[in-house]
């Protein structure tokens, strides 16, 4: 009989989520923890409303109505604080509390100094958690630390799991009903086919969890696909290994047992180092064919001697050649860029946008260097008395919490805000034909990059207008040249498109496209307050800013999955999905509010 029987799990959610819907967390951890006692357990359950912001209440309902003896805090470092605040409720009801996970994992004694919290366990938590429900707290399970007699006491380290066969499929029907989807069956969806990495980068936490790579056999990776696959639905699959293609072999047999049993009605999606796709090259086609549509490359930096710094053994001749061969074989690449190095400047820094666009990537990010505990980065930052807060809410990359030697946390924003402006090729917005149209762009786009800040709690509306507003002002400087040639030619405008973009100071952008011959171009030119009439449209920053912030990011989320979904599955929504998205009530408001917006930038030519 074990000693725990009834058993709460739950990861503790970001506090602020970015708006990219791939990045939705789908609770495997907690999956793979429930699968691990499904059979010792006399109950099992996740919390409901786990992806909005009720999450506190229906825990604590959860906690009051049904009998929980041990409550299961998995912890990212983006979302301790929410950790602290589910323990706090659950020991509020009598609850044994145990956290893991990156951050308890990373930061044990810090974590146990809580009084809501009575257990850490440290790495991988399968066996460990097993074990721990069979027996209770006991010196005699690795892996574990509690407070006893004014020290800690620590059980020893846990073996890892070399064969990772032998771990159990997630329980994801135990996942809480997401935006009307069963937990079984998400538009969106996670798959580990392997543990650990063969590298070791100074800026990641993946060695103090998992440390050397362990793949599993493709045989019982492709047997969970099975469980996925849905041929009338398509899915967003995230296959989200530290590096999948570490074996090659492995992947290509991957491949081959999907294609075999028609596994293909997927977009997958995944993240590799660039000399794997390289190494990867001949099966590159296969890939595709089972619906590789995304590959995220960790580019970090330009600049070879800050990649050494990092240990990040990235030559940029295998980023350009990867990126040529993803293209070629019609497979996006997003490049993933780190600003904040301790020796770089600004000036390094403005150079990082141009040299993603010489890449040739149409998708980057741009995020600031953020010291994870557990990471070499966060004990080098920490030492030199560089990490200018450990509020934990800001560890979501987006939130820069460090100063170099040449940057604050200020400078920081700024340049992430420019990084975001410079890249942007604007091509979507030239290819438009009319000013109605290319201002829609421009306003979509400018709604997600307002978005990003927003997930920065030090910020405020109107110091985001300002930092966007300087961005663009900045990039102005720089003289760039935008233009577009379509491959087939596209009707000649008639006359030039024109929009403005508006500071609360009075101050604009004037956005002008021409056509030159086979080419559109586009002119920014910045003017002073009150020197004349705006060309066209008028975007007030402020009212942009003021909208998106008044739409909950839960709201938002909702809205980007539902919109995956429809992106995924053209003319195939079932009528009960249809129905959820006409019926939903927040998302048709936060649609009406943009459309006001939009409506309003031309009204007599003013800000809306």
Same mark, same amino acid.
Request: charged residues 25%; hydrophobic residues 40%.
């Given at each position: 009989?074990?000693?725990?029987?009834?058993?709460?799990?739950?990861?503790?959610?970001?506090? =602020?989520? /970015?708006?990219?819907? *791939?990045?939705?967390?789908?609770?495997?951890?907690?999956?793979?923890?429930?699968?691990?006692?499904?059979?010792?357990?006399?109950?099992?359950?996740?919390?409901?409303?786990?992806?909005?912001?009720?999450?506190?209440?229906?825990?604590?309902?959860?906690?009051? #109505?049904?009998?929980?003896?041990?409550?299961?805090?998995?912890?990212?470092?983006?979302?301790?604080?929410?950790? +602290?605040?589910?323990?706090?409720?659950?020991?509020?009801?009598?609850?044994?509390?145990?956290?893991?996970?990156?951050?308890?994992?990373?930061?044990?004694?810090?974590?146990?100094?809580?009084?809501?919290?009575?257990?850490?366990?440290?790495?991988?938590?399968?066996?460990?958690?097993?074990?721990?429900?069979?027996?209770?707290?006991? *010196?005699?399970?690795?892996?574990?630390?509690? $407070?006893?007699?004014?020290?800690?006491?620590?059980?020893?380290?846990?073996?890892?799991?070399?064969?990772?066969?032998?771990?159990?499929?997630?329980?994801?029907?135990?996942?809480?009903?997401?935006?009307? @989807?069963?937990?079984?069956?998400?538009?969106?969806?996670?798959?580990?086919?392997?543990?650990?990495?063969?590298?070791?980068?100074?800026?990641?936490?993946?060695?103090?969890?998992?440390?050397?790579?362990?793949?599993?056999?493709?045989?019982?990776?492709?047997?969970?696909?099975?469980?996925?696959?849905?041929?009338?639905?398509?899915?967003?699959?995230?296959?989200?290994?530290?590096?999948?293609? &570490?074996?090659?072999?492995?992947?290509?047999?991957?491949?081959?047992?999907?294609?075999?049993?028609?596994? &293909?009605?997927?977009?997958?999606? &995944?993240?590799?180092?660039?000399?794997?796709?390289?190494?990867?090259?001949?099966?590159?086609?296969?890939?595709?064919?089972?619906?590789?549509?995304?590959?995220?490359?960790?580019? @970090?930096?330009?600049?070879? $001697?800050?990649?050494?710094?990092?240990?990040?053994?990235?030559?940029?001749?295998?980023?350009?050649?990867?990126?040529?061969?993803?293209?070629?074989?019609?497979?996006?690449?997003?490049?993933?860029?780190?600003?904040?190095?301790?020796?770089? #400047?600004?000036?390094?820094?403005?150079?990082?946008?141009?040299?993603?666009?010489?890449?040739?990537?149409?998708?980057?990010?741009?995020?600031?260097?953020?010291?994870?505990?557990?990471?070499?980065? =966060?004990?080098?930052?920490?030492?030199?008395?560089?990490?200018?807060? &450990?509020?934990?809410?800001?560890?979501?990359?987006?939130?820069?919490?460090?100063?170099?030697? #040449?940057?604050?946390?200020?400078?920081? +924003?700024?340049?992430?805000?420019?990084?975001?402006?410079?890249?942007?090729?604007?091509?979507?917005?030239?290819?438009?034909?009319?000013?109605?149209?290319?201002?829609?762009?421009?306003?979509?786009?400018?709604?997600?990059?307002?978005?990003?800040?927003?997930?920065?709690? /030090?910020?405020?509306?109107?110091?985001?207008?300002?930092?966007?507003?300087?961005?663009?002002?900045?990039?102005?400087?720089?003289?760039?040249?935008?233009?577009? !040639?379509?491959?087939?030619?596209?009707?000649?405008?008639?006359?030039?498109?024109?929009?403005?973009?508006?500071?609360?100071?009075?101050?604009?952008?004037?956005?002008?496209?021409?056509?030159?011959?086979?080419?559109?171009?586009?002119?920014?030119?910045?003017?002073?307050?009150?020197?004349?009439?705006?060309?066209?449209?008028?975007?007030?920053?402020?009212? +942009?800013?003021?909208?998106?912030? #008044?739409?909950?990011?839960?709201?938002?989320?909702?809205?980007?999955?539902?919109?995956?979904?429809?992106?995924?599955?053209?003319?195939?929504?079932?009528? *009960?999905?249809?129905?959820?998205?006409? !019926?939903?009530?927040?998302?048709?408001?936060?649609?009406?509010?943009?459309?006001?917006?939009?409506?309003?930038?031309?009204?007599?030519?003013?800000?809306?």
């Amino acid at each position: 009989m074990a000693f725990f029987r009834n058993i709460c799990l739950v990861e503790a959610p970001q506090t =602020f989520v /970015t708006p990219f819907p *791939r990045f939705i967390t789908d609770c495997i951890g907690v999956c793979y923890l429930a699968a691990a006692v499904e059979d010792i357990a006399e109950s099992l359950v996740i919390p409901e409303n786990y992806y909005n912001d009720q999450l506190p209440v229906s825990f604590e309902h959860l906690m009051k #109505s049904r009998k929980i003896d041990l409550v299961a805090i998995s912890s990212m470092t983006g979302g301790f604080n929410n950790a +602290v605040r589910l323990a706090e409720i659950a020991k509020r009801q009598g609850a044994y509390v145990v956290m893991g996970g990156f951050h308890p994992t990373a930061l044990p004694e810090e974590v146990l100094k809580l009084d809501c919290v009575d257990l850490v366990a440290i790495g991988e938590g399968e066996s460990t958690f097993r074990e721990l429900v069979q027996r209770g707290p006991s *010196r005699e399970v690795k892996g574990l630390a509690w $407070q006893e007699g004014g020290g800690i006491v620590y059980t020893g380290d846990r073996d890892l799991i070399e064969d990772v066969d032998s771990i159990r499929y997630p329980l994801r029907a135990l996942r809480p009903e997401r935006f009307g @989807e069963k937990g079984d069956d998400y538009t969106i969806d996670t798959i580990y086919t392997s543990r650990g990495c063969p590298w070791s980068c100074s800026f990641c936490a993946n060695d103090k969890m998992h440390k050397h790579w362990r793949g599993r056999s493709a045989e019982n990776v492709v047997e969970e696909i099975a469980m996925l696959h849905n041929p009338k639905k398509k899915k967003l699959l995230k296959i989200w290994d530290a590096n999948f293609l &570490t074996n090659i072999k492995r992947a290509e047999r991957i491949c081959d047992l999907m294609i075999e049993r028609g596994f &293909t009605n997927f977009r997958i999606m &995944t993240e590799t180092r660039a000399k794997d796709i390289v190494r990867a090259e001949r099966i590159l086609e296969k890939l595709r064919a089972v619906g590789l549509n995304k590959v995220g490359l960790g580019i @970090e930096s330009p600049n070879p $001697q800050t990649l050494e710094l990092m240990n990040k053994k990235n030559s940029l001749s295998d980023v350009s050649r990867a990126i040529e061969l993803l293209d070629h074989h019609g497979i996006g690449a997003e490049g993933y860029f780190i600003i904040g190095h301790q020796s770089e #400047s600004e000036k390094d820094t403005m150079a990082y946008p141009e040299f993603a666009k010489s890449l040739g990537l149409k998708q980057s990010l741009f995020m600031s260097m953020t010291p994870y505990p557990g990471t070499r980065i =966060f004990e080098e930052y920490r030492s030199e008395g560089n990490i200018t807060s &450990t509020d934990w809410d800001l560890y979501n990359n987006f939130s820069p919490v460090i100063r170099t030697s #040449s940057m604050d946390t200020h400078d920081l +924003v700024r340049m992430m805000a420019y990084c975001n402006v410079a890249f942007c090729n604007y091509r979507s917005l030239l290819k438009r034909d009319s000013e109605g149209a290319a201002l829609l762009v421009f306003l979509k786009d400018l709604f997600q990059l307002v978005f990003l800040f927003k997930v920065n709690k /030090t910020l405020r509306g109107q110091e985001v207008s300002t930092i966007i507003f300087e961005a663009f002002t900045r990039y102005l400087d720089t003289h760039p040249r935008i233009e577009y !040639a379509p491959k087939v030619p596209a009707t000649p405008l008639k006359q030039p498109l024109a929009f403005s973009l508006e500071h609360p100071s009075g101050e604009r952008i004037d956005f002008v496209i021409r056509q030159q011959g086979n080419l559109r171009v586009m002119t920014m030119r910045k003017v002073a307050r009150g020197n004349g009439p705006a060309p066209g449209p008028v975007v007030s920053l402020e009212k +942009v800013v003021d909208a998106a912030f #008044s739409i909950p990011m839960d709201i938002l989320m909702r809205l980007l999955y539902r919109n995956e979904l429809m992106r995924n599955n053209p003319g195939r929504l079932t009528r *009960r999905q249809a129905f959820a998205l006409v !019926a939903d009530k927040e998302v048709r408001q936060a649609a009406a509010r943009f459309l006001k917006l939009y409506r309003g930038c031309f009204r007599g030519r003013k800000a809306a």
